[in-house]
């Protein structure tokens, strides 16, 4: 018998405004063991998304809400374990939605392999993985960018965004990150090689948009929703498209989400504003990641990783820093110890 237990983070309360630490309780249970057709997973690197919040609220969406007293829902990238599945052996990397604890049990469906020798593990949470297929296709098959376009991107400097801006520059387009923060701004600049930077922190969105986008906005790759969007829609050129893919501005809004106020420069502009979800691409997954890989293999397509540690128990704080900003790159939650 083992002495050392499975520790997860369940969700105790549906938040209000801001997750506080009482939404969340700590659990302990054995380590799972597989029976016929099952494998278990030492988990070694556990996702941190916005879109953890509205799964903590009750409703329908386009995912199930996690429900209360269970373990928190989180992609997640580790090692098996055991095996006792005909696909799966003892030591090979996997990925999947293993939730917010130290080991999973798993009957295989919806488990993918990954080769730490291609990217580290972290990277097929981020670029390799859920936010660097979002990027890629809301990019390539939602907003059907064409060379030439201007690209305005929100959340620049956030897993999905670093990524949507480098292959919209790929692709050869003229690319305008929105971030909070000067060093977050160089990063873009200098680093990814945008080919504007606006700090909405400290500048007027819609003036800097004005002299970063003079021919108007081809493209608006939106993950922040509120303010930023409607400084955004005040700029489209003709025949616009906006890629509705987040609005992590209002996830934790109190008092019901705020709507853009100028959509009636959809009507002028011709322009169309498109929801996506990543999910309907899984059949593509694959394809898509084979591409970035290339990319990044070529040096054309930064892959950062902020990666936390601190084990599951760090789960609560550190999914705060996807609301403060305080992320550069996709935020990781290192699980294992050594
Ligand atoms: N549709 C889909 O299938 C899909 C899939 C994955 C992700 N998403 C969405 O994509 C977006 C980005 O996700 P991610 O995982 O890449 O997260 P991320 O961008 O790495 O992290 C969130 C970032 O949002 C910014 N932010 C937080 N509060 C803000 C506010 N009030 N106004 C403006 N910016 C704010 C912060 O950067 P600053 O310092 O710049 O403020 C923070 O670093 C989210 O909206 C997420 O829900 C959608």
Known sequence: MSEVNNHQVRLAARPTGLPQASDWSMAEEPIPTPSAGELSVAISHISLDPAMRGWMNAGASYIDPVEVGDVMRAGAVGCVLASEHPDFSVGEYVYSDFGVQEYALSDGRGVLKIDPAIAPLPCYLGTLGMTGMTAYFGLLDVAKVRAGDTVVVSGAAGAVGSAAGQIAKIKGCRVVGIAGGEEKCRWLLEELGFDAAIDYKAQD??????????????????????????????????????????????????????????????????????????????????????????????????????????????????????????????????????
Not at 228 to 236: E, F, N, P, S
Not at 255 to 281: C, K, Q, T, W
Request: a negative charge; hydrophobic letters at 45%.
């Open 205 to 338: 969105v819609r003036r800097a948009l004005r002299e970063a986008a003079p021919d108007g906005v081809d493209v608006y790759f939106d993950n922040v929703g509120g303010e930023i969007l409607d400084a955004v829609l005040t700029r489209l050129a003709r025949g616009a498209r906006i890629v509705i893919c987040g609005a992590v501005s209002q996830y934790n809004a109190t008092e019901g989400v705020r709507g853009p106020s100028n959509y009636l420069s959809l009507l002028v502009a011709r322009a169309s504003m498109i929801g996506m979800v990543v999910f309907d691409y899984a059949p593509r997954f694959g394809e898509a990641a084979r591409e970035i890989a290339g990319w990044m293999q070529e040096g054309r397509l930064i892959s950062r990783e902020h990666v936390v540690d601190g084990g599951v128990s760090a789960f609560p704080e550190t999914l705060l820093k996807l609301f403060s900003g305080e992320n550069v790159g996709k935020l990781v939650l290192r699980v294992d110890a050594d």
